[in-house]
């Protein structure tokens, strides 16, 4: 074989890893969400406090990065970087469509709503909330929502905002269905009993 | 070349760390240990009695000589043992009154011509005393280096990998925690964990597993690192345990001989850790600067192990009587501060829990699981802190987290998140249902309901004995309902226990014990139920009294 330089090679190759995995958090729509390593077993099932279950097994994701013998002669680190963020929007995106369908396929019809084609709206938005099991802070501030999906782009957001912004009726019935929201929280928190 | 590993274990072990294997070696062919002595002056030089299979009772005197050949002075030294071992009656329940038929010098090195003629002399003053002829025989490097080829290499797995797992384990320095996950697909491997076997064939598999232990120990065996050769004989025990149940063979036929002998030298390992603590040696090891970091958690696994030392040796009988005074005096009435430095620590924390029930009765004890069982959920339930991580991170991982900006080293945690999950709560919530402390349950209960509850469900029990399950499992998450009777928590929490683990595993409770501190991922909510039932004491006499009724 030729001379190699292994052992430096690996701190590259430790380094590429890392950049991989902190830029994949980053990009992603889902990189705010918990990571939690499976150390064994082939699948996951969930069991509700409501007893329903769910279980999913797993599935490999991957993709190739791939680089040509006639590139290497002109590779510099930020040719090789470059080389990887292509990978990493690859694995972004499957990532990303896999938990949509793994979501879109385990949400029950009662807790889904269809936009009809049409765009976001403030309308769509509220009809939205009162579907869902909105959790509060202790100071009761609601917990962060965050929204994926094709409906919601940046403008698309700002337009319902500034739509909630210039209707005063609008707001109210946010507002009146926040708190309603709010005491179904408290009711959920105050449901939390040992009995008996 | 694995011929040469052997020959270069037994050419550089010790008496100590060839007599496990040894005794192994016998198993294999059909004898049964009934006395494997530690190193006590009541011992006579009888360091290993076995029954053979043809009935004889048969005594053997080890001597360890690596690589050397045994001189007549080093003779004159155990001429007097042999000589005893020869001659006097045994102690050992069972054979009292029975004298050995036959005798043997073991020795992993060479005899000298002129102590084959002292040993012909002694034989000669025996027959004289009416014992019969040849009654003192030797083993020596050429017989046990056979029995190692035949019994152990025979049938080692060939694969390259294995080969080179094995000499990973050979090149470490020996004073790591013991690598596991290097050890277990060598173990597998050996077993045929992956397909059927046949019984012969599995018996004959456990003894080249055994003696392969023995030589992967080799580094660590050398530096007398006792809790490295206890992690790997109990998974040797725990591996042939779940290789008997996988290929649904009789355990007490195929597997238990082995299992015992095993269990044997980790009792007297453990009986060797308490030594090495007797005469106030502090628990610090190594580099003190770093200690900052490592001496908490380390002194919640010595008293974890100390306190199964003393549990076990309650149960069947101090072979040390001297040592339960040193137990009680290393292991603390008050555990030190912020020893809390993952899951993985629960399962030492509730052994600590249950000796000092047996040692100093007091209902704190359970005040005390229920203030840790607050703390954690807690923890979990806060944002924005550092969250306990996973009983799969050992101690190191969660070091190496903590530290890794003036260590330059990875992260193992690295975007992991361990924030309202919980691998530990239910077997802790349990602890205190059983000790009917509705009050404190009914005050935590809400933050228990906020959790998410981890555990891996095993679809066949045999996978629960390894140390990872491989594709046969399912990682669990319960989530409890908000509102439940106290009734329907107290039937959850004593419905069956360990029905997914191995039979003979639930048939032995200290070595299962051993097993979730070594192992702390596998203390899941189901072995817990089952380890509190044998262990905590308001279990057993609960048990007992159902028992009478």
Redesign the interface.
């Given at each position: 074989m030729l001379p190699d330089f292994p052992e430096t090679k690996r701190l590259f190759s430790?380094f590429f890893q890392?950049y991989m995995?902190?830029k994949i958090?980053e990009i992603s729509p889902f990189g705010m969400i918990?990571?939690?390593?499976?150390?064994?077993?082939?699948?996951?099932?969930?069991?509700?406090?409501?007893?329903s279950e769910s279980?999913s097994v797993m599935q490999h994701l991957s993709t190739q990065l791939e680089i040509k013998l006639d590139e290497i002669g002109d590779l510099t680190l930020d040719k090789a970087i470059q080389k990887h963020d292509v990978m990493i929007l690859e694995m972004v995106s499957k990532q990303a469509n896999f938990i949509r369908e793994r979501m879109s396929s385990e949400i029950p019809e009662g807790q889904s709503i269809d936009a009809k084609g049409g765009k976001l709206t403030a309308e769509v938005i509220l009809e939205m909330k009162a579907k869902m099991q909105v959790a509060f802070n202790p100071d009761g501030s609601p917990q962060e929502i965050f929204f994926d999906g094709p409906l919601f782009t940046p403008d698309a957001i700002a337009a319902v905002e500034q739509e909630f912004q210039d209707n005063p009726e609008l707001q109210k019935r946010h507002e009146d269905l926040m708190a309603r929201k709010r005491e179904e929280w408290r009711a959920?928190?105050a449901?939390?009993?040992?009995?008996? | 070349m694995l011929e040469r590993l052997i020959e270069n274990w037994l050419d550089s072990a010790s008496e100590r760390s060839y007599q496990r294997c040894f005794c192994q070696m016998l198993t294999g062919q059909g004898f049964r240990v009934v006395h494997n002595t530690k190193h006590t002056p009541q011992e006579f030089g009888k360091d290993v009695i076995a029954v053979s299979p043809d009935g004889k009772l048969v005594g053997y005197q080890l001597k360890g000589n690596p690589g050397a050949t045994l001189t007549p002075s080093q003779f004159d030294e155990i001429r007097g043992q042999l000589e005893q071992l020869g001659t006097l009656a045994l102690g050992i329940p069972g054979y009292e009154g029975k004298v050995p038929d036959e005798c043997y010098l073991v020795t992993n090195g060479e005899i000298s011509e002129l102590v084959s003629q002292q040993i012909q002399l002694l034989n000669a003053s025996l027959v004289q005393r009416g014992h019969p002829p040849e009654k003192i025989k030797t083993i020596t490097r050429g017989t046990l280096l056979a029995w190692s080829k035949d019994l152990g290499l025979a049938l080692w797995p060939s694969e390259m990998e294995d080969f080179g797992n094995l000499v990973k384990l050979l090149n470490y320095q020996g004073d790591e925690i013991f690598p596991s996950k290097i050890f277990d697909p060598l173990l597998q491997h050996t077993l045929r964990l992956h397909e059927t076997v046949p019984a012969p064939e599995l018996r004959r598999r456990i003894t080249s597993a055994a003696v392969m232990t023995a030589v992967a120990l080799h580094s660590f065996s050398r530096r007398r690192n006792h809790f490295a050769e206890i992690s790997a004989w109990t998974m040797f025990a725990t591996y042939v345990i779940s290789a008997c149940e996988k290929n649904g063979l009789d355990f007490s036929r195929d597997g238990q001989e082995s299992v015992l002998t095993a269990r044997d030298g980790i009792c007297e390992l453990l009986g060797q850790v308490c030594e090495e603590l007797s005469g106030g040696r502090t628990l610090v090891e190594g580099n003190p600067f770093s200690e900052f970091a490592f001496y908490r958690p380390r002194a919640l696994l010595i008293y974890a192990l100390m306190a199964v030392y003393w549990m076990w040796s309650e149960a069947e009988g101090w072979k040390r009587p001297e040592h339960k005074a040193v137990v009680e005096a290393i292991v603390p009435e008050d555990l030190p501060k912020r020893w809390v430095w993952g899951e993985a620590v629960i399962p030492h924390f509730l052994t600590y829990v249950w000796y000092r029930k047996r040692v100093a009765p007091s209902p704190t004890h359970d005040e005390v699981i229920g203030r840790i069982l607050a703390e954690i959920m807690v923890n979990k339930l806060q944002e924005g802190v550092e969250h306990l991580a996973s009983p799969y991170c050992t101690i190191e991982d969660v070091v190496r987290h903590q530290y890794q900006n003036i260590l330059g080293c990875d992260d193992p945690l690295e975007g992991e998140g361990f924030e309202r999950m919980s691998y530990v709560c239910e077997g802790l919530l349990a602890c205190l249902v059983r000790a009917n402390l509705k009050q404190k349950c009914q005050e935590l209960w809400p933050n228990f309901t906020r959790l998410s509850h981890e555990s891996i469900s095993t679809e066949a029990a045999w996978r629960f004995g390894l140390y990872r399950t491989g594709d046969g499992a399912i990682n669990a998450t319960q989530i409890y309902p908000r509102t439940m009777q106290w009734a329907e928590l107290q039937a959850i929490v004593n419905e069956d226990a360990a029905a997914d683990c191995p039979a003979a595993l639930r048939a032995d409770p200290i070595l299962f014990l051993l097993f979730v501190n070594i192992f702390p991922f596998r203390a899941s909510f189901s072995a817990v139920k089952f380890l509190h039932r044998s262990f905590d004491l308001s279990s057993c006499s609960e048990e007992s009294s159902k028992t009478a009724a």
């Open positions: 430790r890392t995995r902190r958090r918990q990571v939690r390593h499976y150390h064994e077993g082939r699948a996951m099932k969930v069991i509700r406090d409501d007893q279980q959920r928190e449901d939390r009993k040992l009995v008996g | -």
